[in-house]
């Protein structure tokens, strides 16, 4: 494991070298590259830092305990000893998951879709919770949530609702968000206290940059329209509203959030981007669906992957059956608990597919 540190440690020092050469500088796309590659290790550098300077310590710990006659300073250098030993075994636990491989998408933007799905006007309204879940949590990660394109329900919420999530490692941690979410609670039309069961589906795909799909601008047909909605004066009176065909594909992008018609051009084709390159992305989702129970929602969309019990305030996830009793404060935003369970999962089962 060490040689493989000292590897990776020195392929980091070797990037630092190329990212001044003048020659990968005037190469934008092989510098953005780099640069990432050069971020992505910087945890695994920053491991091995540490990991030698216990090693270090270990040995002039058991230096002392063969040499010195003094008791007092024994009894130091075992304390030591026997917590830098315990030190590197929790090191040796982060270090096996930090030389996972990783998906090179986990470190993009986010593209989030949520639609409403059974359960009419209720699985609207269940819509909107959860994209005030959403924003909610985002808002705790300090991460811009930009709106691209919504309709409305007819008594609230959302048909559909589609927006961009830019943070650091945003995709790697909402992707385990993708599948169909399920609500069980009583519905403000129901008279007798009955309680439904309504759906909403969640789609969370790594947003594209121009370096990641070839997007020709022959092939996109760009249409305007006058946007609805909140808006103020531009709404049904100016043509701002953005719709993008891609020929080839037939994939259609609206975008209607911004008063500025260019801004919605911006981000309709940052959606298109992500749109196009999801068809090859979501081979690689199969595949990983297929070892991993964890990204079962990614690989299969129509998977019930969580249920919001509301009369007894309970949130369980499937996929781990994991169930907790806390749906206000989950609803609110605090999602990460069930999200770091995930990950955590995930990552067993990789290491398990790493030792077979």
């Known amino acids: 494991m060490i040689d493989k ?37 910087q945890p695994i550098v920053d491991a091995y830092k540490k990991y030698t300077n216990i090693v270090d310590n270990l040995a002039s710990a058991k230096e002392i305990l063969y040499n010195e006659k003094d008791e007092e300073f024994r009894n130091m250098a075992k304390a030591e000893f026997d917590q830098l030993t315990l030190d590197k075994e929790n090191l040796d636990e982060e270090i096996r998951v930090l030389l996972l491989p990783t998906d090179p998408t986990d470190n993009k933007n986010a593209v989030m879709e949520i639609r409403a799905g059974t359960g009419g006007d209720e699985a609207s309204l269940f819509a909107g919770d959860l994209y005030r879940m959403y924003t909610r949590f985002c808002e705790r990660k300090k991460w811009k949530v930009d709106l691209v394109d919504y309709a409305e329900g007819t008594a609230g919420g959302f048909k559909e609702i589609i927006f961009n999530v830019s943070g650091d490692g945003a995709y790697g941690i909402l992707k385990f968000e993708s599948g169909v979410h399920r ?32 997007l020709k601008m022959s092939d996109v047909r760009k249409d305007t329209f006058c946007s609805s909605g909140p808006g103020g004066q531009s709404v049904n009176t100016t043509y701002s509203a953005i719709r993008l065909t891609h020929i080839p594909s037939g994939i259609v992008v609206s975008c209607q959030d911004e008063k500025s018609q260019m801004k919605n051009f911006d981000k309709a084709m940052s959606v298109l981007r992500t749109r196009l390159y999801e068809q090859e992305y979501k081979k690689h989702l199969d595949e990983m669906s297929l070892k991993r129970k964890t990204m079962v929602s990614t690989g299969d969309r129509s998977a019930k992957i969580r249920t919001y ?25 605090d999602i990460l608990g069930l999200i770091e369970a995930l990950q955590l999962a995930e990552n067993t089962e990789r290491l398990k597919e790493a030792v077979e």
Do not use: C
Request: net charge negative.
């Open 183 to 214: 609500v069980q609670r009583v519905p403000q039309t129901e008279t007798q206290g009955r309680v439904h069961t309504s759906a909403a589906s969640v789609v969370v795909l790594p947003e594209a940059d121009e370096f990641d799909v070839e």
């Open 309 to 333: 019990n509301y009369p007894q305030s309970r949130i369980t996830d499937h996929r781990i059956g994991l169930t907790l009793y806390n749906l206000a404060i989950a609803m609110d935003g």
């Open 5 to 41: 540190l000292k590897a990776l440690y020195n392929r980091w020092l070797e990037i630092g070298e190329q990212l001044n050469e003048p020659t990968i500088i005037a190469d934008m796309k092989r510098y953005i590259k780099l640069s990432k590659d050069y971020k992505e290790l």
